[in-house]
Each structure stands twice: as C-alpha cells, then as structure tokens.
T-cell receptor, first 113, second 116 residues
Framework: NAGVTQTPKFQVLKTGQSMTLQCAQDMNHEYMSWYRQDPGMGLRLIHYSVGAGITDQGEVPNGYNVSRSTTEDFPLRLLSAAPSQTSVYFC????????????FGPGTRLTVL | AQTVTQSQPEMSVQEAETVTLSCTYDTSENNYYLFWYKQPPSRQMILVIRQEAYKQQNATENRFSVNFQKAAKSFSLKISDSQLGDTAMYFCAFMKQNQGAQKLVFGQGTRLTINP
C-alpha cells in the first residue's frame, strides 16, 4: 500500500450525516491527494495537498473539505453526506518533489443511504 | 482539458497469450507523463508502468511494455506471456508535467480476464 493507510475500510452513512475519512503516511511525503472511484469509472481527483498547510481543489471538490495540519495526515471530511457520494475513496502520495508517480492506499468503500 | 479514452471495456485471453490494451488521450501539452495502473479484485491500485512524453523509447517492465505514439496520442499496453494473476481492471492515466498540481486523469478502464 505504498506506506499509506486509510481508515475505515468500509462505512455506511445515512443522508445528511458527516464523517471523516482518514489517510496517513509515515514517510514524510509532501504530496498527498484524494480520489474517488465510481462504479465503472476511473478515479477522479477531489482535493490535493503539496505540503502541510497547503491544499487545493481537484476536479470534483463539492461536498468535501480537507486540511493538512501535519505532513503525516490528510483527512477528507464529508460535511453532509449524499447518495451521490457513494463511492470508493483512495488516498495517494507522491514520493518526493521531483517524482511524478502517485501510489495509492487501499481505499475506503463508502455507501450513503 | 485532458481526456483519456480506453475503447475496450472488456478483453479476455488464454493464459500465456499476449494481449494489448488500447489507450488514447487528448491534450495540448507537450510535456506530460502516462501511466498504466492495475486494479485487481482486491481494489488496490497498483502501478504497472510509466512513460515520460519526452522519451521516445518505449517503457518496459518485465512482461509489460508500452507502445507510445506521441503524434497519434496513443499509449497501448502489451502484456506478454499472460498469467492468471494479470486478471484485473487496467486504467490508463495522464498527468501534466507540473510540480504543483498532481492531477491524474484516468480512462474508464478495461476489464481483462486471463483464462486457464
């Protein structure tokens, strides 16, 4: 899993509930990002961070918040869950400033009823 | 905006055969990277191979190789001597050469089944 841990592995929410998906790495990688994968589709970028205190939006940021207070952690917050957010969520890291390859965590399967 | 297209939703071959997965992309960028990721039933996204657009030489990783045609914007993956463990979804992905942003753009995927 490229040294990336994600919790929980599975989660079921009711519409309107909030929750935080956790992503952690212990190798001091600066670059971290969140993707979602909907059935039959490739991954789409939600938010990313180039270092502690710096985050930016990706392709599908609506309904999600992120913060990066430490290098190790990059949590993804769902403010008010909707059925359209049912998906598999992947956290990714990029190993080093001068590299281009992203490595993914094991994913979190989220179902919103 | 960049787009990535994988025109083969599903493919199936016999073990030990060679199979080629297609990928085309659309971009106005000159410097970028291309990747193939494998997603087995475990759901883990595993990097298979990467290609830098400025390199004319096609990347190879053991049984995996690519045919990168920059002018045609084509990036196919060839798997030689296919094995049962190659059964997975395969995603082609594009990324601009930009140290700030790190947006991977994925295709829709090709489901590859290796039959015994």
């Amino acid at each position: 899993n490229a040294g990336v841990t994600q919790t929980p592995k599975f989660q079921v929410l009711k519409t309107g509930q909030s929750m935080t998906l956790q992503c952690a790495q212990d190798m001091n990688h600066e670059y971290m990002s969140w993707y979602r994968q909907d059935p039959g589709m490739g991954l789409r970028l939600i938010h990313y961070s180039v270092g502690a205190g710096i985050t930016d939006q990706g392709e599908v940021p609506n309904g999600y918040n992120v913060s990066r207070s430490t290098t190790e952690d990059f949590p993804l917050r769902l403010l008010s869950a909707a059925p359209s957010q049912t998906s598999v969520y992947f956290c990714a890291i990029r190993r080093g400033r001068n590299t281009d390859t992203q490595y993914f965590g094991p994913g979190t399967r989220l179902t919103v009823l | 905006a960049q787009t990535v297209t994988q025109s083969q939703p599903e493919m199936s071959v016999q073990e030990a055969e060679t199979v080629t997965l297609s990928c085309t992309y659309d971009t106005s960028e000159n410097n970028y990277y291309l990747f193939w990721y494998k997603q087995p039933p475990s759901r883990q996204m595993i990097l298979v191979i990467r290609q830098e657009a400025y390199k004319q030489q096609n990347a190879t990783e053991n049984r995996f190789s690519v045919n990168f045609q920059k002018a045609a914007k084509s990036f196919s993956l060839k798997i030689s001597d296919s094995q049962l463990g190659d059964t997975a979804m395969y995603f082609c992905a594009f990324m601009k050469q930009n140290q700030g942003a790190q947006k991977l753009v994925f295709g829709q995927g090709t489901r590859l089944t290796i039959n015994p």
